[in-house]
Nanobody, 124 residues
Framework: QVQLVESGGGLVQPGGSLRLSCAATGHTLNLYNIGWFRQAPGKEREGVSCIRENDDYTYYTHSVKGRFTISRDSAQGTVYLQMNSLKPEDPGVYYC?????????????????RGQGTQVTVSS
């Protein structure tokens, strides 16, 4: 089973930026569909963005389109989530996961392995 590790979370003011990283111990993520999910207190887990393994097709949930960018560094075998123009509704624990499906127009499905997550806080 792939063990994933996230990093890059923190406290940022509204309008600020953070870049989250997802890496796998002893593995490259180049061979996996990868999703970023967030869990906020009192809210359901939400699939924020995902990237498909075979063609790097990307999906974004509506609330982050135009602000977040998922990317893959094939040389490093890592996946990033660049988050710009952060809003008060963006906070939560963000975690990455290997997933079964990246479905155009629909989302990220079928979590396999996931990391422990990294906390994102947006506050002035």
């Amino acid at each position: 089973q792939v063990q994933l590790v996230e990093s890059g979370g923190g406290l940022v003011q509204p309008g600020g930026s953070l870049r989250l990283s997802c890496a796998a111990t002893g593995h490259t993520l180049n061979l996996y569909n990868i999703g970023w999910f967030r869990q906020a207190p009192g809210k359901e887990r939400e699939g924020v963005s995902c990237i498909r393994e075979n063609d790097d097709y990307t999906y974004y949930t509506h609330s982050v389109k135009g602000r977040f960018t998922i990317s893959r560094d094939s040389a490093q075998g890592t996946v990033y989530l660049q988050m710009n123009s952060l809003k008060p509704e963006d906070p939560g624990v963000y975690y990455c996961a290997t997933i079964a499906f990246v479905t155009p127009g629909s989302g990220c499905y079928g979590e396999h392995s996931r990391g422990q997550g990294t906390q994102v806080t947006v506050s002035s």
